[in-house]
Structure formats: C-alpha cells, structure tokens
C-alpha cells in the first residue's frame, strides 16, 4: 500500500518538528495508540490496538527515525506484530516545508502487511489507512495549533 498527501498546518516548521519528534504528542495522535517510549532519540517502541474490517488486533512494534535533516525532514519506519492477526511494516518519509506563518507536511508512505490482515482485501485496508491517516492529522493539527497558541 502507498499514500501520499499534505497537510497544512497553522504553526511554524520548529513547532510542528518538535510535535512530530514528541511521544507525548504522537501517543495522543495515533489512533489507537495503547503505549509510545522513547528508547533512544531514534528509536521508540509502540503497542497500537487498531480494528480493520472484522479483525481488532494489537500490534507490538518498535520504529526507527532516520535520514533526519531538522528541522526539514525524516524518514520514519517501523515493524509490528499483531499475533494471529498478522504483521505490518513499513515507512514514511516527511518533509516540512515553510508556507509563511504555516507549515506544510509532506508524507509518502509505504507499507506492507501480512496474515489474516491481508487476506481483508485491499479497498477495506486502503479506506481504512486513509481515515486513520486523516485522524492522525487532524487531532496531530490540533494538539500543535494548541501548544503553539499556549506557547504564544
């Protein structure tokens, strides 16, 4: 599966980079996000419980920061396993980009999944990716616009 898109975001490129490399922020964001730590300034583990179609599954997996060029860019992946529900990896690349007194958020992502997960079919995995992308960034938006604007 791929998806690309861009948000616009009503903060400056150092309050959105700070957001995307806060696990505060992300666990708050993430849809279904049960657990996010920091074990490194490049590595985080997670625990996301998430429902597709008929199949809920909790997914316990570590992601990994790289190719960071701050506060423009990074790629960002990860692995989880879900049990029996299956596995999903992948990745993103993000780029932030000055638009005045906002910020717009590039992503390309790309992932892979496999077990009872696959077997969904792709128009329900890709439907569902997308309206738990459009969560992310919509709650994501609004946790930076409330700290910039608690900042200011």
Do not use: H
Not at 64 to 71: E, G
Not at 81 to 100: C, N, P
């Amino acid at each position: 599966m791929d998806m690309t898109g861009e948000e616009r975001i009503a903060a400056p490129r150092e309050a959105v980079w700070a957001a995307l490399n806060d696990p505060e922020i992300l666990k708050q964001c993430i849809p279904g996000c049960q657990s996010l730590e920091m074990k490194s300034p490049t590595e985080l583990s997670a625990v996301v419980k998430i429902r597709i179609g008929p199949v809920s599954a909790s997914f316990t997996g570590d992601v990994i920061l790289s190719n960071i060029n701050a506060p423009e860019s990074y790629t960002i992946s990860g692995e989880g396993k879900g049990g029996i529900a299956g596995f999903a990896k992948g990745g993103a690349d993000v780029t932030l980009k000055d638009e005045g007194a906002e910020t717009l958020l590039v992503y390309d992502v790309k992932a892979q999944i496999g077990g009872k997960l696959a077997q969904l079919g792709a128009r329900l995995i890709d439907s569902t990716s997308k309206k738990l992308a459009q969560q992310f960034f919509t709650d994501f938006t609004a946790a930076v616009q409330a700290r910039t604007n608690g900042a200011a």
